[in-house]
Structures are given as structure tokens and as C-alpha cells.
């Protein structure tokens, strides 16, 4: 397959791969297995050659091989060289099944929020990799998925009002917390109350960047070889690995990046808002949806120089009051 090829096939997986555990039903044979996250976070530190993907239907990561070390929101951050990283919630709830991968039926995994949305799927392709996804015990299928009240968030309050203990928390603790503590609002609620309370923290640790600028500034990224990840948002958890290089196009409203077996892509449509948060002493570049929900976070490569990197992002042309993108 060639390399056009290729990355029509990622165009392809970020805006047309089964999204619902309903939608993956009708190609593959599933079945359910007792897990958490923490289970799918053991089972990849010990995965060697598969083929691991999220995508939340606005952005997507993948990569081959396995996990970094074991990596909850209660560990420091830590970003691999050699490995995919997968930071996550031990206190969020999925759905974990097992489903056709590279080596047909019951050699994959697929892991979902509790209302059947797909976030994460792990396909391998036999061997030692498939004996791993093995460890999982079957379990019986939930008789109904769980569908929260709709407009309710996760305090119980209307998704449109803020409470201000979560205004004056942020704006009390935001600079104490490092890369690790401020992606852990990812990890809670697809970061819905961050993004609420990202306008009011204060101008000197959140502001708001032009939508448009974001191809070129990944573009440049590439281009000078300067090592960032690209870190996914998904149901209770982040993901993604570290780029230093890789091909940049476009397809349609579709960027990607492709670097061998690596893969990022983020429908331009859907960023809604793209912010510059001090996270520590280390920028990160978060971008959210029209409903608050976390696409991906932008952090840099641990061995990057973080002087040239927050000047970088620094230099990002801002969204001024009363200016929108289209």
C-alpha cells in the first residue's frame, strides 16, 4: 500500500470507522470481558506489536507496538520515547470487548463509555499479542447501556451553568499543578468543566489562539523537527506518542500526520476553540468541540527544549474579545 494510500485509509478510519458498539456489531463478532481501564492499561504494557487506535470522532492517535509503563492520574506524567502513552482515570466506567483484529475474530479489543461510544481499539495480530488480550474473562452482556439525562453534567447542574467553587478552585490552584495534575481534567469528563472554566482562570494562564493557525503551526512543528505529542482525549483517559517527524496533509476539513506506523488526525471542522495553557512550566495547546468536549492536548517531548517550545506557542496569533472564526 502506498503512502497516499495509506493516509487515505486514516482519513477514512477518523470519519467513517464504527463509532458505537452498535455500529461495530454489525461487522465483527463481540463479546464482553470483566476489565476496567486499568486492566486495558496492564494488558498494553505488555503488548508488543499491535495495533492501537483511539478516536473520538474528532481526532484520532494510533500507533504499533504496546503502553508505556502504568500510568494513572495518580502517577507523575511521563512520556515515552519508545511507547504509546495512555494516562487514565481509574474511577471512570467502560465497556471492554473482544473483537476481530488483524487476525480475525476475538484477537482485538474495543473499549467504550457506558453509553456504547467507542474510544479505543486494540487489534493484534496473533501470537504472543493475542495471548495477552487473552487474560480477560468473559462476562455477560449489560441489558441496557447506561444514558445519562441529557443537558445534565456530571454535578447534576444544567451543562450551561458553572459552578464557582470550580471557577475559584482553578483559579487558586492552576499554577501549583504540573503537565500531569492538568491533563487529569481530561481524564475525568472528556474535560467539559475545564473547558467551562478555562475563560475565567485568569489572562496569564489560559487564553484563547485563532482556530486557523493550527495546520501551519503543526506544519512548522514537523518541518524544524521539534518532538511534541499529540495526546487524544477519550472515555476516562488520554493517548497518543511523541512525533518528532512525519508527512503533513490534508484532506478536506481532515489534517494528518503520518510518521511510519504513527498517526494523528484532527478534523479542523470540529475544534470549536483551541486555548494556551500554562500547565507547570510547560505550555500545552488543548483543543475542545462546540459542546466543551477535549479533542487532543499538544505537550512536548520531555527532551525538546521547553524555553523554545512555550515561546513557540507563545507566539500563536490570539483570539482578541469579539473576534470569532468562522
Avoid at 61 to 85: C, E, K, N, V
Avoid at 185 to 194: I, K, P, Q, V, Y
Avoid at 248 to 257: C, F, H, L
Amino acid at each position: 500500500m502506498s503512502h497516499a494510500e495509506k493516509n487515505i485509509c486514516t482519513c477514512a478510519l477518523l470519519t467513517e470507522a464504527p463509532r458505537t458498539i452498535s455500529d461495530l456489531s454489525t461487522a465483527d463478532p463481540l463479546a464482553y470481558l470483566d476489565g476496567d481501564l486499568e486492566s486495558i492499561a496492564l494488558l498494553g504494557t505488555q503488548l508488543c506489536e499491535a495495533l492501537i487506535t483511539s478516536n473520538n470522532g474528532a481526532a484520532l492517535a494510533s500507533g504499533l507496538g504496546g503502553f508505556a509503563s502504568l500510568q494513572s492520574t495518580a502517577h507523575p506524567f511521563r512520556l515515552s520515547d519508545q511507547r504509546m502513552t495512555f494516562r487514565f482515570n481509574p474511577a471512570v466506567s467502560v465497556h471492554i470487548l473482544n473483537t476481530t483484529g488483524r487476525a480475525g475474530p476475538n484477537t482485538g479489543l474495543a473499549v467504550s463509555d457506558p453509553k456504547g461510544i467507542l474510544s479505543l481499539r486494540v487489534e493484534t495480530n496473533g501470537g504472543y499479542d493475542t495471548r495477552v488480550i487473552c487474560a480477560l474473562d468473559g462476562m455477560a452482556s449489560p441489558k441496557t447501556l447506561k444514558n445519562p439525562a441529557p443537558n445534565v453534567a456530571p454535578n447534576g447542574l444544567s451543562d450551561n451553568v458553572i459552578p464557582l467553587a470550580a471557577i475559584r478552585s482553578a483559579r487558586s490552584t492552576w499554577l501549583q499543578g504540573d503537565s500531569g495534575s492538568h491533563l487529569n481534567d481530561l481524564c475525568a469528563d472528556r474535560g467539559t468543566m475545564r473547558s467551562a472554566t478555562l475563560p475565567h482562570v485568569g489572562r496569564h494562564k489560559a487564553w484563547r489562539v485563532i482556530n486557523e493557525v493550527l495546520p501551519s503551526f503543526l506544519t512548522y512543528l514537523l518541518h524544524h523537527i521539534i518532538g511534541f505529542a499529540p495526546l487524544v482525549a477519550g472515555c476516562g483517559f488520554v493517548f497518543g506518542s511523541v512525533l518528532k517527524q512525519g508527512t503533513a496533509q490534508k484532506m478536506e476539513s481532515v489534517y494528518w500526520i503520518t510518521n511510519g506506523p504513527q498517526n494523528f488526525a484532527v478534523d479542523m471542522e470540529q475544534v470549536e476553540c483551541a486555548w494556551i495553557t500554562k500547565c507547570g512550566p510547560a505550555l500545552h495547546l488543548e483543543l475542545y468541540d462546540l459542546a466543551g468536549h477535549a479533542i487532543a492536548a499538544l505537550v512536548p517531548d520531555r527532551n525538546e527544549d521547553l524555553k523554545r517550545w512555550n515561546t513557540l506557542l507563545a507566539s500563536l496569533p490570539e483570539m482578541r474579545a469579539g473576534l470569532h472564526t468562522p
